[in-house]
């Protein structure tokens, strides 16, 4: 910085950090290496700092002792009281919430957009994504819906034995994948490794300020980065969910061939318990699901800080969200299920 090396004893530096959100320990090295200049040089360093960045900074640095070369980091100022954390939660709970519905929002006028003038698509990205999230989650997909079979076919025989009714387990395993836990196991399989991946994703981009040079040069983050991902999960979704629900029937038919039970036996079952209804409605979920891991995904990716840290809760952020937000449409489907007698 040769400008502040030219200061001396009379002169100012001015610093304006009104704008600056957060203070990583970049900044934070910044910030003592301007007043390890000043001690040195003799100037003075006004801050303008309506956040309080720069104080908090000082505070939990021994600026003097620093300067000593005798620096220890303090202990931080935290607040413990009940009201001031309540506050804050309220604050923040707000804030993101206006934060995904202006998102949602933008997101739903770039789709409209996007049909409008589907060519602004970039397929080649679309099915790169679909790939990463589909294709490379089928191994552990198939193995979690296998060993859902064998442990649902299992538990059940068990109760069902006592009655001499076993076979009924190929009818109880094909209405529980089909209608509730096929959507919602593969749901949950991919916002634990995709939709955790799209948030890290596009939070290190921003970090790297890669999205500020696609704005920079008109493209915008909605079409270029965030639909592709969000069309790939929703499309992905009930193809995973289709493998899921075999592998599951698989588990249990070898099971209760265990027991005695010919496979046919329990094919036949399965195709009388399984209604058209049935399949469509878990698919169906299944799409739901992934729109809903796709948007929180790229949502909590696109409004994290410029930091680490911010990309590590981000990601956090996108599967607790995924998994609250599959939760409650859950219960939605099974409601309306109710409701239309499906």
Same mark, same amino acid.
């Given at each position: 910085?040769?400008?502040?090396?030219?200061?001396?004893?009379?002169?100012?530096?001015?610093?304006?950090?009104?704008?600056?959100?957060?203070?990583?320990?970049?900044?934070?090295? %910044?910030?003592?290496?301007?007043?390890?200049?000043?001690?040195?040089?003799?100037?003075?360093?006004?801050?303008?700092?309506?956040?309080?960045? =720069?104080?908090?900074?000082?505070?939990?640095?021994?600026? *003097? *002792?620093?300067?000593?070369?005798?620096?220890?980091?303090?202990?931080a100022?935290?607040?413990?009281?009940?009201?001031?954390?309540?506050g804050?939660?309220?604050?923040?709970?707000?804030?993101?919430? &206006?934060?995904?519905?202006?998102?949602?929002?933008?997101?739903?006028?770039s789709?409209?957009?996007?049909?409008?003038?589907?060519?602004?698509?970039?397929?080649?990205?679309?099915?790169?994504?679909?790939?990463?999230?589909?294709?490379? =989650?089928?191994?552990?997909?198939? %193995?979690?819906g296998? %060993?859902?079979?064998?442990i649902? !076919?299992?538990?059940?025989?068990?109760?069902?034995?006592?009655?001499?009714?076993?076979?009924?387990?190929?009818?109880?395993?094909?209405?529980?994948?089909?209608?509730?836990?096929?959507?919602?196991?593969?749901?949950?399989?991919?916002?634990?490794?995709?939709?955790?991946?799209?948030?890290?994703?596009?939070?290190?981009?921003?970090?790297?300020?890669?999205?500020?040079?696609?704005?920079? %040069?008109?493209?915008p983050?909605?079409?270029?980065?965030?639909?592709?991902?969000?069309?790939?999960?929703?499309?992905?979704?009930?193809?995973?969910?289709?493998?899921?629900i075999?592998?599951g029937?698989?588990?249990?038919?070898?099971?209760?061939?265990?027991?005695?039970?010919?496979?046919?036996?329990?094919?036949?079952?399965?195709?009388?318990?399984?209604?058209?209804?049935?399949?469509?409605?878990?698919l169906?979920?299944?799409?739901v699901?992934g729109?809903l891991?796709?948007?929180?995904? &790229?949502?909590?990716?696109?409004?994290?800080?410029?930091?680490?840290?911010?990309?590590?809760?981000? !990601?956090?952020?996108?599967?607790?969200?995924?998994?609250?937000?599959?939760?409650?449409?859950?219960?939605v489907?099974?409601?309306?299920?109710?409701?239309?007698?499906i």
């Amino acid at each position: 910085m040769p400008e502040i090396s030219r200061l001396g004893t009379g002169d100012k530096l001015i610093v304006n950090a009104d704008d600056v959100e957060s203070c990583a320990g970049a900044g934070e090295a %910044l910030i003592l290496d301007l007043h390890r200049r000043s001690a040195a040089q003799g100037f003075a360093i006004v801050w303008r700092d309506r956040r309080g960045l =720069a104080a908090r900074t000082l505070r939990i640095f021994d600026v *003097k *002792k620093y300067l000593n070369g005798e620096a220890e980091p303090a202990n931080a100022a935290r607040h413990t009281r009940t009201a001031d954390q309540v506050g804050r939660a309220v604050a923040d709970i707000s804030g993101n919430l &206006c934060g995904q519905l202006a998102f949602l929002g933008e997101m739903a006028v770039s789709a409209v957009r996007l049909i409008a003038r589907p060519g602004r698509l970039r397929l080649r990205d679309t099915m790169l994504h679909f790939e990463r999230a589909g294709v490379d =989650a089928l191994p552990i997909t198939l %193995l979690i819906g296998f %060993l859902l079979g064998v442990i649902l !076919a299992f538990m059940s025989a068990t109760s069902f034995r006592r009655f001499g009714v076993e076979v009924y387990v190929a009818d109880l395993i094909a209405i529980g994948l089909f209608r509730e836990l096929g959507a919602l196991i593969t749901a949950i399989i991919l916002a634990g490794r995709s939709g955790s991946a799209f948030a890290a994703e596009l939070g290190s981009m921003k970090v790297n300020e890669e999205i500020d040079a696609l704005v920079t %040069l008109g493209l915008p983050p909605m079409v270029f980065l965030a639909m592709p991902r969000v069309i790939a999960a929703t499309l992905v979704m009930p193809l995973l969910t289709i493998f899921t629900i075999m592998a599951g029937l698989l588990g249990g038919v070898l099971v209760l061939m265990s027991l005695g039970i010919p496979a046919t036996v329990y094919w036949q079952h399965v195709f009388n318990s399984t209604p058209l209804g049935n399949v469509m409605l878990g698919l169906s979920k299944a799409a739901v699901f992934g729109l809903l891991v796709g948007l929180v995904g &790229c949502a909590q990716g696109l409004s994290a800080s410029r930091s680490a840290d911010a990309v590590g809760r981000a !990601a956090t952020a996108a599967v607790v969200g995924s998994l609250v937000l599959i939760t409650v449409f859950d219960g939605v489907f099974a409601v309306l299920a109710y409701i239309l007698g499906i």
